[in-house]
């Protein structure tokens, strides 16, 4: 029986419409979905239920098209393609002469032929319904969704049974399995799996097409038993859905300590980590890397955040294959346990409000570290390799996503074979490290404790200093008095240091950062530390973090040469970076330098002249090079591209010198052109405490901090001039400099009002210099700094308030404000 | 801030302590601040200006190491000033309301009479004086045998950023030009 003629021309127009419609083109698609219907209806005549069962669905899809109900569109158009062309097959079936048109294709079993015939069908009509399973909206959480495309899948799988194609069964029921799994235990649909899966089909399919003879299915086996195990859960499409993990009610309590404890044992851990980098035998730094992965698990499990537990219990099998000595540490292994802590700190983060991470990029850590366990080179390129072995053409689709994959240069290459483990069991060396006993103590506590110290010195003081008891000469008296001002003094001591951490952390995640960058950048960069036990006050450190990062990365990124240009210097192949950390008269300076070539003095010069920075009259060589080399802190300086293609400096160096200054420091450059650079920060111990200058003005005591002073003096009638009766100048070694008196900013009705009387106190800030009038200085002292309560009290020209020796309060100078205000006023 | 909201969970967490209230002097006037937002009361101490305040705010106090602003409550209510006695002192108050961290803050009065317990049932709302009294920090006027007690609402009294014009307020570092 011939197909009427109808029918032909319908498919003809769908697959016309199809190839001319666009996706954005409404009226396109509603024509489109009108002539798939009415081909629907023409097969249903011809009783080709499959067809009509395809072309229907095909309708149903474009529906959804018109709805804006599909999001990927052009998989949706492509989807379409294939059930047209598939009719465009079925047509064909008659003429074959194998079936009738009254039999549908799908109900023939007998021979080959027919028999694929029956699976093409499945197939098509199956796939088609998946696919459009997969673009409804909620395909990845409704459950509904997930129990029919398990079932479809069964159904394709008993098809292919059916069919002889035993591999094409085997992977339907595990793609089924899959789904079943996902749904039972309330994970999305893992739709990537179905696509993929659905890809290769097709492969299959088309592969029959061209051979018509079942073979062609063993050509594809290979990739099905790739696909079968583990990557089918691989590269899964929620993909790029982030891992929500989240404590239950009942472990709030325990989750601050859980989250402070892991991080510590991360810290710990990476640092291990990077030790055996040099020594990878080292049982040591295994054990400690290995411990902090089992207690974050054991923790994790405990509170049932089973995302962390998953990471950390496959970073801990390799670790202790690592420890049993079956697995040694390679560069890649070193990457994945590097590579876990940084996942773990990021699940751990996000239950702190971090970003979380993405399914994928667990996924695809934990089949990588699972495969290192296993000793099997990294999964995804291999997989990619047997697929284009086995089918070219299906791969592009999963080719692209296994190379999206970070790091998968690193992967291809096989792990390392083995050697010289047993010669060499792991020399655990001498060194192992003491460490303190810590207790962790609430910071309120502290600072409470803090507060009563600095009380308890008051008190003392106060008592010492009594009229009544510092005339007594008693000796015994004197004597004890001396024994409690001492243990008063070291026991403040003690008190302050115990907001003092070392640098050592700080330091350690810029080794990490050195080493990541080493490979980014493709230099060899040797990370020098020194100094890495000098204390500093947490806040300090914590503030530090972020400079020092942006330094070290301009340095390996701009600073230090390329291999190829450093021996043309005559330079060793490998560059230095020096991290340094040192007391110098009650600062600590952290500096940076490496040995590349410096900041080049020509290029910020000539952009310094072509912006204007410099005053025309000035030859530019007799600028001194420190404020040449200043001028790359300027805001916007930084990004004047061509500064940063030459010398790079300067990229974001702004906000690097204002983080120091907010930290009451001091930034300062040295370069040697071809040589090298440093950059240099100053910084106080401590926020809490600064080195100020005591001022009074009239009965009123004022903190100035020192680092802004540069020098005070009794001015002379002639130094000062007035201008226009409103401002005054003083004459300061040839600058005339704005005065400011202390006591009108402050709207005092004392001090004095003569400044020949007074002394002037020449401050610097920002970049900008005044003079301050005051009545005299009374002396040098540390301060601790304190807030004045609420907020609201926060004034201009007062940065806050100290406690002095007599327990009055003397607030601290703001000279930043102070300048800010001169300028306004 | 709704002070009564907060006065509700107070009440809720201390039950007894709830109807208490700390009256003082002002002159002959008596007023009360809920007990639960008084922290103690000092003798007046050394207190260090602040400039370019309102003169209300009589500036800063060291309380055991901690520097915390006192208000001069007779200023804030536009008295005039009286001579500082033996019975003059500082009663600490938290203007936090109990959430959060604590916002110890000092409040100097002429003297200080006793804690008294007033009924919500004793408690009248402020009656209207024409827009002349402000009577945004005025909470009710407490009937108690012998005096009318003028209870305030310390967040309103307190709020520093009402008081302290804009212009006074936080400002930016410059940056280097």
């Known amino acids: ?825 | 801030m709704a002070i009564s909201s907060t006065q509700l969970q107070s009440a809720r967490d201390a039950d007894s302590n709830a109807h208490k209230y700390l009256t003082f002097c002002l002159g002959s006037e008596h007023y009360g601040i809920g007990i639960l937002r008084v922290r103690e009361i000092i003798g007046l101490i050394a207190i260090t200006p602040l400039p370019r305040t309102p003169d209300f705010v009589k500036g800063v106090m060291n309380l055991r190491g901690r520097i915390i602003p006192v208000i001069d409550l007779r200023r804030r209510f536009s008295l005039p000033d009286a001579e500082t006695t033996k019975e003059t002192c500082v009663i600490v108050v938290d203007a936090s309301g109990g959430e959060g961290e604590q916002l110890l803050t000092g409040v100097v009065v002429d003297s200080v009479r006793e804690v008294q317990d007033i009924p919500p049932d004793a408690i009248e709302a402020a009656p209207e004086f024409g827009c002349s009294v402000p009577l945004d920090y005025i909470q009710g006027l407490g009937k108690t045998k012998e005096k009318v007690v003028v209870l305030l609402d310390v967040g309103e009294v307190l709020d520093a950023r009402a008081a302290i014009p804009a212009d006074v307020l936080d400002h930016e570092m410059r940056r280097a030009a």
Request: charged residues 25%; proline residues 5%.
């Open chain 1, 1 to 825: 029986m011939r197909l009427p003629a109808s029918f032909q021309t319908s498919i003809d127009s769908v697959a016309k419409a199809i190839a001319l419609t666009d996706v954005g083109d409404l009226q396109g698609l509603v024509a489109l979905q009108e002539l798939l219907l009415e081909l629907a209806v023409e097969a249903e005549n011809a009783q080709l239920t499959a067809v009509c069962e395809v072309t229907r669905q095909a309708a149903d899809l474009v529906e959804r098209m018109v709805f804006r109900e599909v999001e990927d569109t052009s998989a949706a158009m492509k989807q379409l393609a294939e059930a047209v062309e598939f009719a465009q097959r079925n047509q064909l079936v008659p003429d074959d002469g194998v079936g009738t048109p009254a039999i549908p294709p799908g109900n023939v079993s007998a021979g080959p032929p027919g028999t694929i015939g029956a699976w093409l069908t499945a197939h098509a009509s199956i796939s088609l319904q998946l696919a459009s399973l997969l673009q409804r909206s909620d395909a990845s959480t409704s459950p509904d969704v997930a129990r029919e495309a398990a079932e479809l899948c069964s159904a394709l799988a008993a098809a292919s049974d059916a069919s002889g194609l035993n591999e094409c069964a085997a992977i339907c029921r595990s793609v089924a399995g899959t789904i079943d799994a996902a749904r039972d235990a309330n994970r999305p649909l893992p739709e990537q799996s179905i696509k993929t899966s659905l890809d290769w089909l097709a492969e299959v399919r088309r592969s029959l097409d061209i051979d018509d003879a079942p073979p062609a299915s063993s050509a594809v086996s290979p990739a099905f038993a790739a696909a079968i195990d583990p990557p089918v859960n691989d590269n899964a499409p929620d993909d790029n859905e982030p891992v929500i993990i989240a404590a239950g009610e009942d472990c709030q309590d325990t989750l601050a300590e859980f989250l402070a404890e892991a991080r510590e044992h991360l810290t710990g851990a990476e640092a291990a980590a990077l030790l055996l980098e040099k020594s990878p035998h080292d049982l040591e730094q295994i054990n400690t890397v290995f411990r902090a992965f089992h207690t974050i698990k054991g923790v994790a499990g405990f509170m049932a955040l089973s995302q962390i537990v998953d990471v950390a219990h496959v970073a801990e099998t390799l670790l202790d294959k690592a420890r049993s000595g079956t697995y040694t540490i390679d560069h890649i292994g070193l990457d994945l346990i590097l590579a876990s802590c940084d996942m773990l700190g990021r699940m751990v983060g996000q239950l702190q409000g971090g970003e979380p991470p993405v399914k994928g990029e667990v996924r695809r850590l934990i089949a990588r570290l699972v495969a290192a366990a296993e000793g099997r080179s990294v999964p995804l390129p291999t997989r990619t390799v047997a697929l284009s072995a086995a089918i070219a053409a299906t791969t592009k689709a999963l080719t692209i996503s296994a190379t999206g994959a970070p790091n998968s240069a690193a992967e291809t290459d096989p792990p390392e074979p083995d050697c010289g483990l047993a010669a060499d069991p792991a020399p655990a060396k001498a060194t192992v490290r003491r460490t303190d006993q810590t207790v962790k103590v609430s910071t309120m506590r502290m600072d409470t404790l803090l507060n009563m110290v600095g009380e308890l010195v008051i008190a003392q003081l106060m008592v010492q200093q009594d009229p009544l008891i510092s005339h007594l000469t008693d000796q015994r008296l004197q004597r004890n008095l001396g024994q409690m001002s001492k243990i008063v003094r070291d026991l403040q001591e003690v008190a302050m240091s115990l907001r003092m951490v070392t640098l050592k952390g700080t330091f350690q995640k810029m080794t990490r950062l050195v080493r990541d960058m080493q490979t980014r950048a493709n230099k060899q960069i040797e990370l020098v530390i020194e100094g890495e036990d000098t204390e500093l006050d947490r806040n300090v450190v914590e503030e530090i973090a972020d400079p020092l990062v942006h330094m070290v990365r301009n340095a390996c990124d701009h600073g230090i040469e390329g291999e190829a240009d450093r021996r043309k210097a005559g330079k060793s192949p490998t560059g230095t970076l020096t991290l340094r950390a040192f007391h110098r008269g009650g600062m600590i300076v952290i500096e940076v330098s490496d040995d590349g070539r410096g900041l080049s003095r020509e290029r910020i010069l000539k952009k310094c002249i072509e912006r204007g920075l410099i005053a025309a009259d000035r030859h530019p060589d007799e600028i001194p090079d420190a404020e040449v080399y200043n001028f790359v802190f300027l805001p916007g300086f930084s990004t004047a591209e061509a500064v940063t293609d030459i010398s790079g400096r300067g990229v974001g160096m702004d906000v690097v010198k204002r983080n120091i200054e907010a930290l009451r420091g001091k930034i300062e450059i040295r370069s040697t052109p071809g040589k090298g650079s440093t950059f240099s920060m100053q910084l106080p111990l401590t926020m809490a405490i600064i080195d100020g200058m005591l001022v009074r003005v009239g009965g009123h005591r004022y903190v100035i901090p020192t680092l802004a002073i540069e020098r005070a003096f009794r001015p002379m009638p002639e130094h000062v001039h007035s201008i226009l009766g409103k401002g005054e100048v003083a004459m300061v070694r040839g600058d005339l400099l704005p005065i400011r008196r202390l006591n009108r900013v402050f709207q005092l009705n004392e001090g004095t009002d003569q400044i020949c009387e007074g002394l002037l106190v020449v401050l610097e800030s920002g970049g900008s210099r005044c003079c301050l009038l005051v009545d005299e200085i009374l002396g040098q002292q540390q301060v601790v700094i304190k807030t004045l309560g609420q907020d609201g009290y926060r004034l201009a020209g007062v940065t806050g308030g100290a406690i002095l020796g007599d327990g009055r309060v003397a607030l601290i100078v703001d000279v930043g404000g102070l300048m800010q205000q001169a300028v306004a006023a």
